[in-house]
């Protein structure tokens, strides 16, 4: 399934508008936009928010994929505090098929005292 599927079926987003990969300097990599609409369960926060993902994708030949990726959430409180990176692996595997693998990590660009509950909210819609 296509990224905009997952987006759409799994996390509720709409209004999704993806950019069409664009070579980088780097023969290796490839970067896309997405923007979308997101369904937000946070207090004080809007129902939806206007959000983006900014991703990168390099390729190692034979020996796999990384596919990079920010997402930045705008019009939700605090929202400027931080961003969300996450990183999907491919490899392959000698016994056959794909690896799979996964990592996420929010970064805080401010200091909060609402860190643990931002921490939280994300965190917790991540793993859904």
Partial sequence: YSMEFYQREACGDTDIE????????????????????????APMAPPLAPSSKRQELRRFGDHG?????????????MAD????????????????????KSKFEMRFVKKTML???IENIT??????
């Fill in 65 to 77: 994929i990384y596919l990079d990726t920010k997402t930045r959430v705008n019009g939700v409180p």
């Fill in 18 to 41: 993806t950019s069409e990969w664009e070579n980088s300097e780097d023969p290796f990599m490839q970067t896309r936009t997405m923007k979308y609409l997101h369904p937000v369960n």
């Fill in 81 to 100: 505090y931080f961003f969300v990176e996450d990183r999907l692996i491919v490899e392959p595997n000698p016994e056959g098929g794909v690896i799979l």
């Fill in 123 to 128: 965190k917790g819609e991540s793993i859904e």
């Fill in 115 to 117: 860190k643990q509950l």
